[in-house]
T-cell receptor
Framework: DTGVSQNPRHKITKRGQNVTFRCDPISEHNRLYWYRQTLGQGPEFLTYFQNEAQLEKSRLLSDRFSAERPKGSFSTLEIQRTEQGDSAMYLC???????????????FGSGTQLSVL | DQQVKQNSPSLSVQEGRISILNCDYTNSMFDYFLWYKKYPAEGPTFLISISSIKDKNEDGRFTVFLNKSAKHLSLHIVPSQPGDSAVYFCAASGGGADGLTFGKGTHLIIQP
């Protein structure tokens, strides 16, 4: 399977615990995005990387959230001291970005569903 | 402020008929528009896209129309099939930011 892979698919945790999610993008894709989706809403941008550089972070991303993409391959998203409001589906997407292309098409993984009790 | 709006949370269509999903946007700098389809507990999958230099793009049963002056696009599915039942997201790129800006989605239900 050469699609975007996310692990785990589901995570249940208690409030105050730390959680970490992993995303493996499509291998030749240089951009990797993290989005969050809650019920009744569309995916909301959190942050993205071009290769190993984190280029932008949304104001939605509080200090409790940190993302890394060492060596420009897989990425991890960590949430510290989880809160009930963090319950959502966390989506990872990758794209083969080229500045000369018109538009950017993102390929999404199946997501990690986080439930904070 | 939502830059991409899908004002119909749900739409019910009879199998075999045409489904029309609508999307409005406010940012005139958007230059590329996409439709994604999402099943429960799965990530969005790309369906069809259109560049702002075009007004129509067709792929099999799916056609996207873009009206730049009205800042409006629509997705037509004909004929509608039971497997088309899903949530459809309109998304836009450009607009001064990287990545995609999504609408809230429309839940399409195909009735047998």
């Amino acid at each position: 399977d050469t699609g975007v892979s996310q692990n785990p698919r589901h995570k249940i945790t208690k409030r105050g615990q730390n959680v970490t999610f992993r995303c493996d993008p499509i291998s030749e894709h240089n951009r990797l995005y993290w989005y969050r989706q809650t019920l009744g809403q569309g995916p909301e941008f959190l942050t993205y990387f071009q290769n190993e550089a984190q280029l932008e972070k949304s104001r939605l991303l509080s200090d409790r959230f940190s993302a890394e993409r060492p060596k420009g391959s897989f990425s991890t998203l960590e949430i510290q001291r989880t809160e009930q409001g963090d319950s959502a589906m966390y989506l990872c997407a990758s794209s083969p970005y080229r500045s000369y292309n018109v538009g950017e098409k993102l390929f999404f993984g199946s997501g990690t569903q986080l439930s904070v009790l | 402020d939502q830059q991409v709006k899908q004002n119909s949370p749900s739409l019910s269509v009879q199998e075999g008929r045409i489904s029309i999903l609508n999307c409005d946007y406010t940012n005139s700098m958007f230059d590329y528009f996409l439709w994604y389809k999402k099943y429960p507990a799965e990530g969005p999958t790309f369906l069809i896209s259109i560049s702002s230099i075009k007004d129509k793009n067709e792929d099999g049963r799916f056609t996207v129309f873009l009206n730049k002056s009205a800042k409006h696009l629509s997705l037509h599915i004909v004929p509608s099939q039971p497997g088309d039942s899903a949530v459809y997201f309109c998304a836009a790129s450009g607009g001064g930011a990287d990545g995609l800006t999504f609408g809230k989605g429309t839940h399409l239900i195909i009735q047998p």
